[in-house]
C-alpha cells in the first residue's frame, strides 16, 4: 500500500494546475501551468522540497496542458494552450517545439506539422517522441493522429489510432507498449464542458497498430488525471491519480497488465491535472486543481 504525506504546504510557485513536469539532471522541473492565466516560469528541485525558480518567464510563452518530455540528455516542450483570445473568448493552442538542457536556455527546434493542439499525451518510446490525440481551443476539434519524431524537427503521422479523437487522457509506456488510459471531450458548449469521458485502456507496440486492453477499467470515466509508471517495493505497475467526471476526483488506481486494477490508499484532496513524477523510488504529486488551485507536494513510498 502506498503511504502518502505531504512534503510542503504550499511551495514557493504560485498555485498551479496543468503544468508541464518532468524528471532531468536529477531534478524534478515543472513548466508554466494555469493561474488561473498561463504562464511561463520555470522551476526545478532536487529533493521535492526546495525549490529554485530557474526563469520568471521562458521564451515559450505562458501556456497549460503543454506535452513535455526529456529525450536526447534535453527537455523538450511542445504544443499547449495559449492565453484565452478575449474576442472569441476561446483558448488558442501551440505547435510549436522547444528543447532545453538546463531550463533556463530553450531553443525553437520547430513548428511542428501536427496542428495546434494542448491536451495531447505524450511519451518517449523506441528512442523517439511521441504526440497522441490533443485537441484545439479555438473550435474544440479533438484529434486521433499519432505522430513520432526522432530529433523534434522532422515529424511523422503515423495514423489515426482506433481510440478515436480524444484528449486529457493518461499515456506512459510500461512493458514493450505505449498506453493510452482513459481521457474524454472537451467543449465548453456542453454542460460540464464534457461531450464524454472514458475508462478505457488501450495499447500499442509500435504506434501504429492498437489492442483494446479493456473498454471498461472498472475506475470511474475521467480526464485530466495523471498515468505515473511506479515500481515501490519492487512491485512494477501502472497508476493513475486523481482527474475529473462530474467533480474533482482523489482516488488511486494501480494494474500490472491493464485489464484488472486496484484501488490504492490516497490521503491528499480532490484534484485534477497536478503533476505526477515517479522520483528517487517516490510517487510525487505536485498542485493541481480541486476546490482551490493548489501548490502543495506530496509523497507516496511503499508498494
Known amino acids: 500500500m502506498i503511504q502518502w504525506e505531504q512534503a510542503v504546504a504550499e511551495a514557493p510557485w504560485c498555485r498551479r494546475d496543468s503544468m508541464g513536469e518532468v524528471v532531468h539532471d536529477g531534478k524534478m522541473w515543472i513548466f508554466g501551468g494555469y493561474t488561473p492565466t498561463r504562464i511561463n516560469d520555470v522551476w526545478c528541485s532536487s529533493d521535492g522540497v526546495k525549490w529554485e525558480q530557474v526563469t520568471p518567464q521562458a521564451p515559450w510563452g505562458g501556456r497549460n496542458l503543454p506535452c513535455a518530455l526529456v529525450h536526447g540528455g534535453r527537455m523538450w516542450l511542445m504544443g499547449g494552450f495559449a492565453p484565452k483570445d478575449k474576442a472569441t473568448n476561446r483558448f488558442p493552442a501551440y505547435n510549436d517545439v522547444w528543447s532545453s538542457a538546463n531550463g533556463a536556455d530553450w531553443t525553437l527546434v520547430a513548428q511542428a506539422p501536427w496542428s495546434p493542439r494542448g491536451a495531447a499525451g505524450a ?129 488511486v488506481w494501480s494494474s500490472r497488465d491493464g485489464r484488472t486494477w486496484t484501488e490504492e490508499q490516497t490521503a491528499w484532496p480532490i484534484r485534477h491535472e497536478p503533476g505526477c513524477l515517479e522520483f528517487k523510488e517516490e510517487l510525487w504529486l505536485l498542485g493541481g486543481f480541486g476546490d482551490t488551485l493548489y501548490n502543495d507536494v506530496w509523497r507516496g513510498s511503499g508498494s
Open 123 to 251: 511519451v518517449v518510446f523506441d528512442n523517439k517522441m511521441w504526440v497522441l490525440g490533443g485537441f484545439d481551443g479555438r473550435d474544440f476539434s479533438h484529434s486521433d493522429e499519432v505522430w513520432s519524431s526522432v530529433d523534434g524537427a522532422a515529424w511523422k503521422l503515423e495514423g489515426h489510432a482506433p481510440w478515436g479523437p480524444r484528449a486529457m487522457m493518461a499515456c506512459l509506456v510500461f512493458g514493450k507498449w505505449m498506453w493510452v488510459l482513459g481521457g474524454g471531450i472537451y467543449d465548453d458548449r456542453h454542460p460540464l464542458n464534457t461531450v464524454a469521458d472514458y475508462s478505457d485502456v488501450w495499447r500499442s507496440e509500435d504506434g501504429v497498430n492498437w489492442e483494446q486492453v479493456t473498454a471498461d477499467a472498472g475506475w470511474a470515466p475521467r480526464r485530466f488525471h495523471c498515468g505515473v509508471v511506479y515500481a515501490g517495493g519492487g512491485s512494477h505497475r501502472m497508476w493513475i491519480l486523481g482527474g475529473y467526471h462530474q467533480a474533482n476526483r482523489n482516488d
